[in-house]
């Protein structure tokens, strides 16, 4: 991927993905609770800094910005998108790389409990 298309990803709204994550996960039988949840744990935002964050539009970039990874985030791993999320070299499409692995463990059937790594 070049830095333009970097660019071009980090400066997307939150906003414009997450109808996707939406879509991806209650196709497969789960709820939006459920990917509020996983987000939430991933993020350490509560609801309401999610919804606003949701409502402002915030890009990716700031989103992940104020964002406070949960300390179990570094056990993520696996391949997304025919790349493995903890060999992502730039560090914030790594955290946008987290954040769809975990949206695609919810959407595989995976439980809380494992995609939260409790």
Known sequence: MTDSNFQRIFNMPFASVYPHYIGKI????????ELDTVIRWLTGYSQAALDKHIAAETT???FFAKARLHKNASKITGVVCG???????????RKI???DKVVDELAKGRTLDKILRT
Request: aromatic share 0%; charged share 45%.
């Open 26 to 33: 209650e196709r497969k039988g789960r709820t939006k609770d």
């Open 60 to 62: 990716l970039a700031d």
């Open 83 to 93: 790349v493995r999320v903890e060999a992502v070299p730039d560090p914030l499409m």
């Open 97 to 99: 790389r987290l954040l």
